[in-house]
């Protein structure tokens, strides 16, 4: 009796010491594989081309700091690559980097853009059942744009950067003592003439749920807009999007 007694309070204790030790402090780390669809294009006016994009397979990674300190809000850094390429025939005149590459000319485009994604957000919910948070993103968009006709020898590339602020948001649905769960997570800006949208909708599986870690099985769909009017002189109407595959680590 009192050796069931012993184990059933040391059980409790261990139980008792991973919730405490979880809500002093949280860390999340996850790493996504991407397979990008890309369409829409970019000039350096607002008469954007519209090219052709082969599918590439991007990456994201992320991590997050969760704590229970009162009005301090939590903190997510998300990396994100956009990289992809193509060759298209152009339908019409296009000017980029100062060069006319005219309609019917066959132009082969290079897109390496990296997205950094500077999240302070609070958990207004949080049980096994729903979450829900809420807070700013600061995107740190960087990118470098090439095209080049080679029955011309006309070749142009720029660069361009920037912070857009954004809304952010995430809903988890969780079925308790399964391990499945899913979310909605998104970032959103539109003012002026530019518009950005960033979200993801996937389906999770906890197969590892310990005392000292958790480990998480992601699938999901993502997709990125960026329509963007004269950012360091460069106009780009293009979306990204496409189904990704994750792992989650939770400490």
Known sequence: MKKGLLVAALGCAMLSQASYADTIAGVYVG?????????????????????????????ALYVALEHPLPFIPNVKINHTSLDNSGSTVLSSNLTFDGQLYTANSTVSTDVEISATDFILYYELFDNDLVS???????????????????ASNTSGATEFSGVVPMA??????????????????????????????DYQVAL??????SIALDMTLQLGYRNVTVDIEDLDDVYADMEFDGVFAGLELHF
């Not at 993103?137 to 744009?145: C, F, M, P, R, V």
């Not at 809903?171 to 003012?191: D, H």
Request: aromatic share 18%; charged share 20%.
């Open 31 to 59: 790493a996504q594989m991407w397979q990008t669809d890309t369409s829409g294009g970019f000039a350096d006016t607002s008469n954007t081309a519209d090219f052709n994009f082969d599918d590439e397979t991007n990456t």
């Open 132 to 150: 829900f948070d809420l807070g700013i993103n600061a995107k740190y968009i960087d990118g470098d744009l090439f095209v080049v006709d080679r």
């Open 168 to 197: 952010y948001s995430k809903v988890q649905l969780g079925l308790p003592f399964t391990g499945l769960s899913a979310y909605f997570e998104g970032s959103y800006l539109s003012f002026d003439d530019h518009e950005l949208s």
């Open 204 to 209: 999770q599986y906890s197969f590892i749920e």
